[in-house]
């Protein structure tokens, strides 16, 4: 009997041992006094591939590359952190899942900020004004929003495309996907006869001249970098670090790798 309640005190020790451990190199601060998942590290979530905003790039040192990927590498640096990126599902992200249970500083997913997503996370100031776009093969008929009765439509699931789609596009079939993957597959197989989402991404998939944007739709959305809500010192690093870099000209720099030809 002593000598079970000795195993038992000395196990339970050795466990708030081991939980302490972990919490000093898992969690900490930031510089500026922000919450952060790893100490000296600013740990970004992305829906991943999503060009041109996000992409995998096995060369690079993180792994990926895009607008979004540039814009946090540069908010990292600027934060004095090292910056590590993980990929996760979209839907995990604007429902600030993955944020709540501090997988991820950061959310940088070409992410329209929206009222019903600011209930359950905090944005950054917006770093990017998007516009919503119909892609259809080269070869179709299709020239117009008002052309999709009967036609199935791809959608990203938990996205403004997608409810854009369903408060405009009458009559059409709405079939919703995981990703901007998919729904590219789904296309090219006929599954689906169109895709509407984010101008910048179907404008990617006309490079060949197989696909074509016919229509666009200015519904003033601007994304933001999404943040665990509550975390007042982290959007306040972000948006210092924003600003500075519209101040200094490295925000323009980045912009036009990705959207020269757009403006």
């Not at 998942?37 to 096995?58: A, H, I, M, N, R």
């Amino acid at each position: 009997m002593h000598k079970s309640r000795i195993t038992a005190l000395t196990l339970t020790a050795l466990a708030t041992f081991a939980l302490s451990a972990c919490g000093s190199d898992d969690g900490g601060k930031s510089a500026s006094g922000a919450d952060i998942v790893k100490k000296g590290t600013l740990t970004v979530c992305s829906d991943v591939p999503y060009p041109p905003f996000e992409d995998f790039d096995k060369s690079s040192d993180t792994g990926f590359k895009g607008f979004d990927v540039d814009i946090v590498s540069e908010v990292a640096e600027r934060l004095d952190l090292k910056l590590a990126i993980k990929d996760s599902s979209f839907d995990a992200l604007q429902s600030g899942q993955a944020l709540n249970a501090g997988q991820c500083d950061l959310a940088a997913s070409a992410m329209t900020i929206t009222d019903d997503r600011k209930k359950n996370i905090d944005f950054s100031d917006g770093y990017y004004d998007s516009k919503q776009s119909l892609l259809v093969a080269a070869d179709s008929k299709i020239a117009s929003i008002g052309d999709l009765k009967g036609v199935k439509v791809g959608v990203q699931q938990g996205t403004t495309g997608k409810t854009y789609t369903e408060e405009n596009a009458k009559g059409a079939e709405v079939v919703s996907f995981p990703s901007d993957a998919e729904m590219f597959q789904a296309i090219k197989a006929g599954q689906v006869q169109a895709l509407l989402q984010d101008l910048p991404v179907n404008l990617d998939h006309t490079t060949d001249g197989q696909y074509k944007v016919v229509e666009t739709y200015d519904t003033d959305e601007a994304y933001g970098l999404a943040i665990k809500k509550g975390n007042t010192q982290l959007v306040e690093d972000v948006n210092g670090a924003l600003e500075e870099m519209h101040s200094d000209g490295t925000y323009d720099e980045i912009y036009n790798k990705y959207f020269s030809t757009e403006k």
